[in-house]
Each structure stands twice: as C-alpha cells, then as structure tokens.
C-alpha cells in the first residue's frame, strides 16, 4: 500500500513539475508589419481594402496575438471600423464607433486583450496614442464585401490555438459621412508562440514518467 502511495505521489509530483517547467520556459515573440499607407475613405472601404500580412514559416500555434496601427489620423475617429480577418476565417473588430469626436493626428495603438481598458470614446480631449482592449461600441455595423459579415469576435483571443501562416486581412472602414483620414505607417502583427524547447521539455519529462513506470513494474 505504502509503494502504491509513493508512486502515485511521485508521479503527481513529475506531472506538476514537467507542466511548471513548460509554462515557465521562455516564448517567441514575432512581429509582422505591412508598412503601406491606408487611406481612410469618407462614408466607404478604405484604399487598399483590404490591407494585409502573409506569415510563413512558422510551425507552431498562436499562444496569444496584438495588433499594432501606426499613424492614425482622422477628422472624426468614431466613424472608423476595423476588423481583422486571420487565415482561418477568424474575426475580431478592433474598433468601431469609438475615438471620440475630435480630431487626431499620428496616433499609434496596440490592440490587446490583457490591456487596462478598452479604446477611450472623449467628448473632450482627443484620443491618446496607447494600448487598448479591441472595443466595438456598432456590433449592428457590417463591413463591406469582401470582408466576411457578422458575427464578428469581440476579443483576439479567437486566434489563440489557430496556425499562423497564412494570409492576415485588415479591413478599414469609415461608417459614416462628412470625414476622412488615413493609416501612414500601415499595420503589424505581434504573434507569440511557445518556445521549442517547452515543448521538447513536456515529452522529456512524459517519457521519464514512463520509464520509471515500467521500472518499477518489474
């Protein structure tokens, strides 16, 4: 009875220690950019619409993702959707009906799910260069074809799991007449994925359970 217990104690204990050891090992962080200016059109698709990314090369999948626009102008920032589409067909709105109602020049924001709020709507002030939680405050709003319709992800953990490579679509609409802007720097996609050596780690420490099993069963 007592091997028993110190077998299965030892084999919880390998189990935590080998999921503790992978969590803990370093993860690689890749940024993808597409540079080419957008322009924001008034009450219509962006130019170019979409705007997009292809990844290659990576063999893992996507332990968590962030977008980055750089440049942003606009006369009336809440007039601006953006919805980004990944290789798989998965969505999330970065923003709609959101940035307030003033004026901004050459803001750059980071999209992440883990940020302290979402995108600021100011009546007063003007939105502030920063990063935000994706916030889509016209879920009703329906990008133009070619971008898929609705029902579209509200956070960018829907990518989370899913294989990078492939083509990243960055639709950029303006909802409503009278203004216009533009996108100078374009747009990038930061994509962690785990580091090989976790993984190679994780099977070590399975076959070490293994062969101890095996040991001691003789």
């Known amino acids: 009875m007592k091997k ?5 104690s030892f084999l919880l204990f390998t189990v935590v220690l080998v999921f ?6 370093n993860a690689n962080t890749f940024t ?7 322009t924001i059109n008034d009450n219509a698709p962006a ?11 990576l063999n893992t999948r996507i332990l968590d993702l962030n977008v980055a626009i750089t440049g942003l102008s606009h006369t009336f920032p809440t007039d601006i959707g953006i919805l980004l589409v990944g290789p798989g067909g998965q969505t999330v709105v970065l923003m709609d009906n959101t940035g307030g109602i003033n004026p901004i020049s050459n803001v750059n924001l980071t999209f992440d799910d883990e940020a302290a709020t979402g995108v600021p709507n100011p009546i007063f002030g ?3 260069s920063g ?17 898929p319709g609705r029902p579209y992800g509200t956070t960018l953990s829907v990518f989370d799991n899913t294989l ?55």
């Open 131 to 147: 990063t935000y939680k994706p916030t889509n405050n016209a879920p009703t709003d329906v990008f133009a074809a070619p971008a």
């Open 164 to 218: 990078p490579n492939g083509a990243w679509r960055l639709f950029v609409e303006d909802f409503s007449p009278g203004d216009s802007g533009s996108i100078s720097g374009g747009f990038s996609l930061q994509v962690t994925t785990p580091e090989p050596s976790a993984l190679l780690l994780f099977g070590v420490g399975l076959f070490t359970i293994s062969a101890w099993l095996r040991r001691r069963e003789h």
């Open 126 to 128: 003007s939105l502030a």
């Open 20 to 25: 503790a050891l992978a969590h803990i090992a």
């Open 47 to 57: 130019t170019p619409y979409p705007a997009t990314i292809n990844i290659s090369g």
């Open 4 to 8: 028993n217990i110190l077998r299965l």
């Open 32 to 38: 993808f950019s597409n540079t080419a200016p957008i």
